[in-house]
């Protein structure tokens, strides 16, 4: 069963930082790309970053760009997302979901996780 | 590249033909998705690529395209379709979405 399960959020002082991860399975992980989308409580999707099948190519949101990095381990099939300098805004539930395609580009999400909330507040 | 889905909420009955519209500002191509999400669940693909029916997703779930207007049909709605629908464009990044219809129960 293809299944992807996220962990690493919670609540955090702004200006923080946190890692989320998700832990891929029942499907070849290094053959596709991976993506962060978000939800803020009680709001729409938002995506956030893209990241190659292979880790070479990565893209962001506007709103996250310079602060969040995407990464991944193919060897032990895991989605990382590194968040610093978190804001209030920053705060919604984090969902990793799998792409169709290796590249990403032209390929929409076939597969999320249940996601993992992440809570900016002082 | 904005996505202005409508209405943002529906109200309809059991085995109502239900129609969700979404517009591009911009040529997409037929690089458009539609996505359910219930209360409390991560959003579920439905339809890919403007019109391609997901695998397992009921046929009652249609997607068609007219230029930039996409449009998810459910032909006759069942209890379990009462949720939020999302359309999501991929043509281009930033990857956007509508801003979600949610279809009550009348």
């Known amino acids: 069963e293809v299944q992807l399960l996220e962990s690493g959020g919670d609540l955090i002082q702004p200006g923080g930082s946190l890692r989320l991860s998700c832990a891929a399975s029942?499907?070849?992980?290094?053959?596709?790309?991976m993506s962060w989308v978000r939800q803020a409580p009680g709001k729409g999707l938002e995506w956030v970053s893209l990241?190659?099948?292979?880790?070479?190519?990565?893209y962001y949101a506007d709103s996250v760009r310079g602060r969040f990095a995407i990464s991944r381990d193919n060897y032990r099939n895991i989605l990382y997302v590194q968040m610093n300098s978190l804001r209030a805004e920053d705060t919604a539930l984090y969902y990793c979901?799998?792409?169709?395609?290796?590249?990403?580009?032209?390929?929409?999400?076939?597969?999320w996780g249940q996601g993992t909330m992440v809570t900016v507040s002082s | 590249i904005q996505m202005t889905q409508s209405p943002s909420t529906l109200s309809a009955s059991v085995g109502d033909r239900v129609t969700i519209t979404c517009r591009a500002s911009?040529?997409?191509?037929?690089?458009l998705a539609w996505y359910q999400q219930k209360p409390g669940k991560a959003p579920n693909l439905l339809i890919y690529?403007?019109?391609s029916l997901e695998s397992g997703v009921p046929s009652r779930f249609s997607g068609s395209k007219s230029e930039t207007e996409f449009t998810l049909t459910i032909s006759s709605l069942q209890p379990d379709d009462f949720a939020t629908y999302y359309c999501?464009?991929?043509?281009?990044?930033?990857?956007?979405f509508g801003q979600g219809t949610k279809v009550e129960i009348k």
């Open positions: 990241i190659s099948g292979s880790g070479d190519t990565t």
């Open positions: 690529k403007a019109s």
């Open positions: 979901a799998k792409n169709r395609g290796y590249e990403g580009l032209l390929s929409n999400f076939d597969i």
């Open positions: 911009q040529s997409i191509s037929s690089w």
């Open positions: 029942g499907f070849t992980f290094t053959n596709y790309a």
């Open positions: 999501q464009q991929y043509n281009s990044l930033p990857w956007t």
